[in-house]
C-alpha cells in the first residue's frame, strides 16, 4: 500500500471534542437539565440583543434580529411545555396539549385550565402580549426559521422593520415573567405534594389568605366581613369555596398561627424547651468578642483549658437533658430544630419526628442526638425557627429571648 492509498487520520470532532483545557466545558445531554433548554433560548436572545447595542452591530441588525426573535419565540415554547409537563405531572392540569409548535393555543390551554395559584394566573396574563405579538408572526415556529413558509409565501411580509432596543429591552422583561413562571410552577407542585390546598387556592395563597384575615377571635365582628369582602375579590372565591379556604387555613399550624391560634406540640413541653435552651447557653456562653472562641485556625494558638472547660460544660448539660427530657421530647427538638434549618415545610414534621424517634433506636442514638443538638451554635436560631413555622410562636418568641446580643 502506498503512502497515497493510507486512509487518513480521523479529525477530532469539530463540536464535542474536548481539549485538555476543560475551563470552557459546557455540560449538556446526561449532565444537563431541561431548565437549561427553558432559560437558554431566552438567554441567548437577550445576550445577543444586548451585544449588538454594545458594540454597535449596526451591519449585523438585519440578520441577527432573525436568531434574536427566534430564540425568543422558541424560550416562551418551551416555557410554556415546561409548564405544562410539571402541571399535569402532579394532576392540576387534567388534559394534555397536543404536540405542535403553536405557542398561543399552549398559552389558552393553560389559561383556560384555571390553575388554583394566584400568581401561575397572574404571569400567564403578562405573557399574553409577548404571545400575541409572537404568534401573528409565526404561529408554527417557521416564519423566523425560513425565508419563505412551507406554502412558498414570503415569512414576515406584513413586518418590514423591527428595531432592537425595542427587542431588547422587552427581552429584559419577557425574560422575567417566564423565569417567575417557572420557579412558581417548580414551587406549586412541591406544594401540592404537601395537601394543603383547595381546588382554587394553592398553599401560598392560604397563606396569604390567613395573613388577610383577623384573628381567630375576632370572626363575628365587621373586620373579618370586610376581610372575607376583599378575599372574595382577589381570589374570586364563591362562599362555598371561602369556607373551604377557611377550613384547610384552620388544619394547617403555620397558617392558623396567624389566626392568632397556638399550635401544640407533639411531645416537648414549653418548660423543657427552656431548659434545653438554658443547658444551650452554658455550653456556647456569650463572647465578649468576635475573637473569644475556639477559633477556626487550627493551626494557631489554641486555649486548651476553654476547650476542656467546653467539653465539660457540654457533658454537664447532656447530663441534666437526658434526665430532664424524654426520649421523645428529644426528638421532638431534634425534629423542630431541623425543620427551622433546612427549611421544610410545617407538613413535614411528623415524618422528620418519627425519623428521629427512630434514629434514637440505634445504638447510643439518643446520647448522640442530645451531643448533636448541643454542638450547634444555631440551635436557638433555627428550633425558633421551626417553632414559628409550626405555630408555636409565644414559645419562639420567649426562647428567642433568652439569648442575649454579643457585648
Keep these: 500500500?502506498?503512502?497515497?492509498?493510507?486512509?487518513?487520520?480521523?479529525?477530532?470532532?469539530?463540536?464535542?471534542?474536548?481539549?485538555?483545557?476543560?475551563?470552557?466545558?459546557?455540560?449538556?445531554?446526561?449532565?444537563?437539565?431541561?431548565?437549561?433548554?427553558?432559560?437558554?433560548?431566552?438567554?441567548?436572545?437577550?445576550?445577543?440583543?444586548?451585544?449588538?447595542?454594545?458594540?454597535?452591530?449596526?451591519?449585523?441588525?438585519?440578520?441577527?434580529?432573525?436568531?434574536?426573535?427566534?430564540?425568543?419565540?422558541?424560550?416562551?415554547?418551551?416555557?410554556?411545555?415546561?409548564?405544562?409537563?410539571?402541571?399535569?405531572?402532579?394532576?392540576?392540569?387534567?388534559?394534555?396539549?397536543?404536540?405542535?409548535?403553536?405557542?398561543?393555543?399552549?398559552?389558552?390551554?393553560?389559561?383556560?385550565?384555571?390553575?388554583?395559584?394566584?400568581?401561575?394566573?397572574?404571569?400567564?396574563?403578562?405573557?399574553?402580549?409577548?404571545?400575541?405579538?409572537?404568534?401573528?408572526?409565526?404561529?408554527?415556529?417557521?416564519?423566523?426559521?425560513?425565508?419563505?413558509?412551507?406554502?412558498?409565501?414570503?415569512?414576515?411580509?406584513?413586518?418590514p422593520l423591527a428595531n432592537i432596543h425595542v427587542i431588547r429591552d422587552s427581552l429584559v422583561a419577557l425574560r422575567k415573567v417566564l423565569g417567575d413562571l417557572k420557579n412558581h410552577v417548580l414551587r406549586l407542585c412541591t406544594e401540592i405534594a404537601l395537601g394543603s390546598h383547595t381546588d382554587e387556592c394553592s398553599r401560598t395563597d392560604l397563606l396569604n389568605i390567613a395573613k388577610m384575615l383577623p384573628p381567630r377571635t375576632e370572626w363575628n365582628s365587621v373586620a373579618f366581613t370586610t376581610a372575607k369582602q376583599s378575599v372574595h375579590e382577589r381570589y374570586e372565591l364563591s362562599g362555598k369555596k371561602f369556607t373551604a379556604a377557611v377550613d384547610a387555613i384552620q388544619a394547617n399550624r403555620e397558617m392558623n398561627a396567624q389566626l392568632g391560634v397556638e399550635a401544640v406540640l407533639s411531645h416537648l413541653t414549653d418548660a423543657n424547651a427552656r431548659m434545653l435552651i438554658e443547658k444551650w447557653s452554658t455550653v456556647h456562653p456569650v463572647r465578649q468578642s468576635a475573637d473569644d472562641d475556639l477559633g477556626m485556625d487550627y493551626f494557631g494558638k489554641r486555649?486548651?483549658?476553654?476547650?476542656?472547660?467546653?467539653?465539660?460544660?457540654?457533658?454537664?448539660?447532656?447530663?441534666?437533658?437526658?434526665?430532664?427530657?424524654?426520649?421523645?421530647?428529644?426528638?421532638?427538638?431534634?425534629?423542630?430544630?431541623?425543620?427551622?434549618?433546612?427549611?421544610?415545610?410545617?407538613?413535614?414534621?411528623?415524618?422528620?419526628?418519627?425519623?428521629?424517634?427512630?434514629?434514637?433506636?440505634?445504638?447510643?442514638?439518643?446520647?448522640?442526638?442530645?451531643?448533636?443538638?448541643?454542638?450547634?451554635?444555631?440551635?436557638l436560631m433555627f428550633l425558633v425557627s421551626g417553632l414559628r413555622r409550626l405555630g408555636k410562636t409565644t414559645l419562639a418568641s420567649t426562647l428567642e429571648s433568652m439569648r442575649p446580643a454579643m457585648r
Design 1 to 159: 500500500m502506498t503512502q497515497k492509498d493510507q486512509p487518513l487520520a480521523p479529525k477530532p470532532d469539530p463540536f464535542f471534542s474536548i481539549p485538555a483545557d476543560r475551563t470552557w466545558n459546557a455540560c449538556i445531554g446526561p449532565q444537563g437539565e431541561e431548565e437549561n433548554y427553558v432559560d437558554g433560548y431566552i438567554d441567548a436572545a437577550l445576550a445577543l440583543a444586548n451585544l449588538i447595542l454594545e458594540k454597535e452591530m449596526f451591519v449585523a441588525r438585519d440578520t441577527l434580529v432573525l436568531p434574536i426573535l427566534y430564540n425568543a419565540r422558541h424560550g416562551v415554547e418551551l416555557s410554556l411545555k415546561f409548564a405544562m409537563t410539571r402541571l399535569l405531572e402532579v394532576g392540576i392540569l387534567k388534559v394534555s396539549h397536543a404536540v405542535n409548535h403553536d405557542i398561543a393555543s399552549h398559552w389558552q390551554h393553560l389559561q383556560g385550565a384555571s390553575i388554583g395559584d394566584e400568581a401561575i394566573r397572574r404571569h400567564l396574563c403578562e405573557l399574553q402580549p409577548y404571545i400575541t405579538s409572537l404568534a401573528s408572526i409565526d404561529n408554527d415556529g417557521q416564519q423566523l426559521r425560513y425565508a419563505t413558509d412551507v406554502e412558498g409565501n414570503p415569512s414576515l411580509e406584513g413586518k
Design 303 to 379: 486555649d486548651w483549658e476553654e476547650t476542656r472547660l467546653y467539653f465539660e460544660r457540654k457533658t454537664d448539660a447532656r447530663n441534666v437533658i437526658l434526665q430532664t427530657l424524654s426520649p421523645e421530647e428529644i426528638a421532638d427538638a431534634d425534629a423542630i430544630y431541623y425543620l427551622g434549618r433546612d427549611g421544610n415545610f410545617p407538613e413535614q414534621y411528623d415524618g422528620l419526628l418519627a425519623q428521629a424517634k427512630k434514629n434514637h433506636a440505634e445504638a447510643d442514638g439518643l446520647r448522640r442526638s442530645v451531643d448533636n443538638l448541643l454542638s450547634k451554635t444555631n440551635l
